[in-house]
């Protein structure tokens, strides 16, 4: 069942402002339970982690900042 326009600006607001802090939580916890590694490999690993958490929700957020389709379509 596709989530309508409206819809979607609302669950990737929710994703934005509790899905990705914990992530950012979870993330810096993961890597610490370790030895600090070099910063090179530190980076890569927070912009990997990055890359697989915005990958699950990349059909939400695709065309969030357009205006609603359908109400393009009702002013006609």
């Known amino acids: 069942m596709p989530l309508g326009h409206r819809a ?3 669950w990737s607001l929710v994703v934005l402002l509790v899905g ?3 992530w ?11 030895e600090r590694p070099p910063l090179w490999l530190e980076i890569l690993v927070y912009v ?7 990958v699950p929700f990349r ?4 065309g969030v900042g ?4 359908d ?3 009702d002013r006609r």
């Open 48 to 54: 990997g982690l990055g890359l697989v958490w915005i």
């Open 71 to 73: 109400e393009r379509r």
């Open 20 to 22: 990705m802090p914990l």
């Open 59 to 62: 059909r939400l957020f695709l």
């Open 24 to 34: 950012i939580v979870t993330a810096v916890t993961v890597v610490g339970l370790f």
């Open 66 to 69: 357009q205006p609603d389709p």
């Open 8 to 10: 979607r600006k609302r």
